[in-house]
């Protein structure tokens, strides 16, 4: 199983999906997307699993797509393009809709698609001397996909900053322009990833925050109106939980809640 391309496993209900391409600064091809797709899958459907964690082999996070296998795909039929390239969308729609939190832990540059991976994450954590960059435009191609991301997490100036200019930029400049959420020492990244996602999986209701994580990536579609009134459905949904009576109840009892 280590061998293969992606690989995952579960520690203390954290499921860690694993890049295992160091050889090739863990580039994505086909392999490595269906491979992703169907681990995030059965991580999403096991109830063992809380909290998602997308990881990598080596010193580099993720260099982007593949692009031996790009050049085999210039051969390829629009249509045969276009179906390659709906499985990378899917995949990242995947992880942006996840029910379950997904962190991401950045270990070292995350560029192209690679940069795009840890965008539609939740929360990103990175070593100080990582580079993030989408540096599509600069060999011709463009960052479709993540862009509708990444126009949702930072908004359009910073995001033409990132896709126009297409320099990679540091770990802290990354921060400052939201893109990641921390930065930790390489010595200290695996414990920090771990005890943040321990944090979040015995605070926090895995319901709520899935109806959370959902309401995010909906609200944002509709007018003001609709959203407030797709607000107010959502928020009697969740006073029907499990989750949110037995919440209700330990609160008002002054009972620990362990989730």
């Not at 840890?118 to 580079?131: Q, Y």
């Not at 925050?209 to 509709?222: C, D, F, P, S």
């Amino acid at each position: 199983m280590m061998n293969q391309p992606v690989h995952s496993f579960v520690q203390e209900r954290i499921g860690y999906l694993v890049l295992n391409r160091p050889e090739k600064r863990n580039a994505l091809n086909a392999e490595m997307v269906a491979a992703m797709k169907t681990i995030l899958k059965d991580f999403e459907s096991n109830d063992l699993v809380k909290i998602i964690v997308i990881k990598a082999a080596g010193k580099v996070f993720c260099s982007g797509a593949d692009l031996s296998s790009l050049q085999d795909l210039q051969t390829n039929s629009y249509e045969e393009n276009l179906q390659d390239s709906r499985n990378l969308k899917d995949l990242f729609y995947q992880i942006y809709t996840s029910h379950k939190v997904i962190i991401a832990q950045v270990q070292g540059h995350a560029l192209a698609g690679g940069c795009g991976l840890a965008t539609v994450c939740d929360f990103v954590f990175s070593v100080p001397e990582a580079k993030f960059g989408y540096t599509e435009v600069k060999i011709g191609f463009i960052p479709a996909i993540v862009k509708v991301f990444l126009l949702r997490k930072i908004g359009e100036g910073k995001a033409k900053q990132l896709l126009l200019d297409a320099d990679p930029v540091s770990a802290k400049e990354a921060k400052e322009l939201g893109l990641i959420n921390f930065i930790v020492d390489e010595e200290d990244l695996g414990k920090t990833v771990f005890d943040y996602a321990q944090k979040l999986a015995t605070q926090n209701s895995g319901t709520a925050m899935g109806l959370t994580k959902e309401m995010i990536a909906r609200v944002q579609e509709r007018t003001l109106e609709d959203g407030l009134e797709y607000a107010a459905s959502m928020n009697a949904k969740a006073r029907n939980s499990a989750d949110c009576k037995s919440g209700i109840a330990a609160f008002l009892n002054k009972e620990k809640l362990s989730w």
